[in-house]
């Protein structure tokens, strides 16, 4: 399972795998709408799949976060070497982002699983990014 760092501090919470610092929405921002906020994004993943400070992250896996705790327990859950599906909204639009975790001395490596596993895993992500796909198609013809 991926490392979380930083974890419920101050309602920031940091992931070396994906190179990404979430923030809890400050009180003044917050609205009934799920979504963390991006302060910080490092040279990786979230970099590569062109995050930005200030876009707000709605979902992952298609798991909408009202805080910090949400964002840990959906990382913490996904399959190991599995990519994690994003619903970023950015000025108004939404969009989903595909994050392939990154790996390094003590982080998770591919070739854990057996080629059964990662069949499996890949088919379970696909159906995900295919509800939320739809999801955002729905949400947008609304």
Do not use: C, W
């Not at 959906?74 to 950015?90: D, F, H, I, K, N």
């Not at 392939?100 to 080629?115: D, E, I, V």
């Amino acid at each position: 399972m991926p490392e979380v760092e930083g974890a419920a501090v101050g309602g920031v919470v940091t992931t070396t795998e994906y190179g990404l610092a979430l923030a809890e929405p400050s009180a003044a921002d917050a609205r009934d709408e799920p979504g963390l906020v991006v302060i910080e994004v490092r040279s990786g993943p979230a970099a590569h799949a062109g995050l930005r400070p200030g876009d707000v992250v709605r979902s992952i896996n298609g798991l909408e976060l009202y805080d910090t705790s949400d964002f840990m327990d959906a990382v913490e859950s996904t399959y190991s070497g599995a990519p994690v599906v994003l619903q970023v909204e950015r000025k108004g639009r939404l969009r989903l982002v595909n994050l392939h975790r990154a790996y390094g001395p003590g982080l998770t490596g591919p070739g854990r699983n057996s080629p059964a596993e990662q069949f499996d895993m890949l088919r379970d992500i696909q159906r995900q990014y295919n509800r939320n796909a739809q999801d955002i198609i729905d949400s947008v013809g609304r």
